[in-house]
Structure formats: C-alpha cells, structure tokens
C-alpha cells in the first residue's frame, strides 16, 4: 500500500482539490484508494456540503466521518489547536491524528491531507511537518500557487521536507487557478535552478496519478 501525504505551502491553496481529482483518476482506472484528512477546521459560512472531508468522501467513494471524524472538526477558521481551544473543545494530540479510522484491506493508495501550510498546527504538539514525518510516506505531494513569491515558499517548503525525511520523494504541483501573469515561468525556474520535480496544472493531476499507477503496478 503506497502513502501520500498531501501538505501545502499555505492554506487555501487547492490540496483538496489536487487530491480529489488524483484520486478520481485513480479509482477511473480501477484501483482502490483511501482518504484521510487528519484534522480540519473551518467556517460555519461555508456549505458544509463543500468542506474539505465531504469532497475527499464524494471522490473516495467513502463517509465523510471516515475521511475525518467528527471530534476532529473544529467550526472556526483557525489552526485546529487554537479553534479547539477558543471553542473549548479537547485540543487534539499528534497521537489522535494518526488514531484515523482504518481503510479496507484491498486499499492500494491511501492519501493523508494536512491542514494549512507545512508549518502550521495540526495539534497541540505538532505541526504538518511532524505529521508527515510520523506517516513515513513514499511520497509527498506539495501543493501551491502558481504566483508571485511562490518560488521562496516552495523552496523553504522542500528544504525542510527533505531535513526529515529520508530520500522521500517530493513533487510540486503548482495550482494556476488563475491568470497570473507567470506563464510558467516559476515552473520553469524551479525545475531549471533548483532541480525540482515541478508539474503544473491541469496536466499534474494525470502525471501524478499515472506514476502513482505505475509505483502499484511495479
């Protein structure tokens, strides 16, 4: 069973949405995948039917209170510890995220999604960084923006991805929702300068669920 832990560069930068859809690729192809959102939190002003559980559910085929359980929801647009504290609510430990619920026995990819950027809290005593390191993933997939300033977060991002984790692969999928300007060009400077693996939407979603494909296969 492979691991992939699903971090970002900051929060609302598109991890669900990347994730989502690599996953409906996969399971198109007929493989058996898992989602795991370890802790949320979020606005009540949203449709609670677009949270980040409900739309890694819809596309796992799966509950959303197996995706995350309900006890690690917290209703308030803050790191999880701090949005359990304000709302007096038990403060997660890194030891309750990785209580997930299990997945089927035929799973052939499990993907883990972390909340907000790569440093931020997940729990009391930890960030996603920690988290990652505790999954021991095969790889890690990081999710950011296609714009301006990009290229520092992505940087700082991998360097400290790569200072725990032991020849773990990472690959950058840049999220251009928008016109930006860019045209590629932070792509380009990533994969050229720092040697990177860079892949740019809309064609990461297939590249990355291909080789993910091709790692079950091998």
Avoid at 41 to 64: F, I, K, N, W, Y
Avoid at 106 to 114: C, G, K, L
Avoid at 128 to 154: E, F
Avoid at 198 to 204: C, D, R
Wanted: proline share 6%; charged share 25%; net charge negative.
């Amino acid at each position: 069973m492979i691991r992939v832990v699903v971090v970002g560069t900051d929060t609302d930068v598109g991890k669900t949405w990347v994730t989502s859809q690599i996953i409906r690729e996969l399971r198109s192809d007929g493989h058996q995948v898992a989602a795991r959102k370890l802790v949320q939190s979020r606005d009540l002003a949203d449709d609670p039917a677009g949270d980040d559980r409900s739309l890694l559910a819809v596309a796992s085929g799966e509950q959303p209170s197996t995706v995350c359980p309900d006890h690690l929801i917290f209703d308030l647009p803050l790191a999880p510890p701090m949005a359990a504290e304000i709302l007096g609510q038990e403060i997660p430990e890194l030891r309750d995220l990785l209580d997930v619920v299990p997945w089927d026995a035929q799973t052939e990819v499990v993907f883990f999604e972390t909340a907000g950027g790569l440093r931020s809290p997940q729990a009391s005593d930890a960030d996603s960084l920690d988290v990652t390191a505790w999954l021991d993933p095969h790889v890690v997939i990081l999710v950011a923006p296609d714009v301006l300033g990009v290229i520092s977060q992505v940087r700082l991002c991998v360097d400290a991805l790569r200072n725990r984790l032991d020849g773990v692969p990472v690959i950058v999928a840049l999220n251009a929702r928008d016109k930006t300007g860019t045209e590629g060009r932070n792509g380009n400077w990533l994969r050229d300068r720092d040697e990177f693996v860079v892949l740019e939407s809309p064609t990461a979603i297939s590249e990355i669920a291909g080789a993910l494909a091709r790692q079950i296969e091998a």
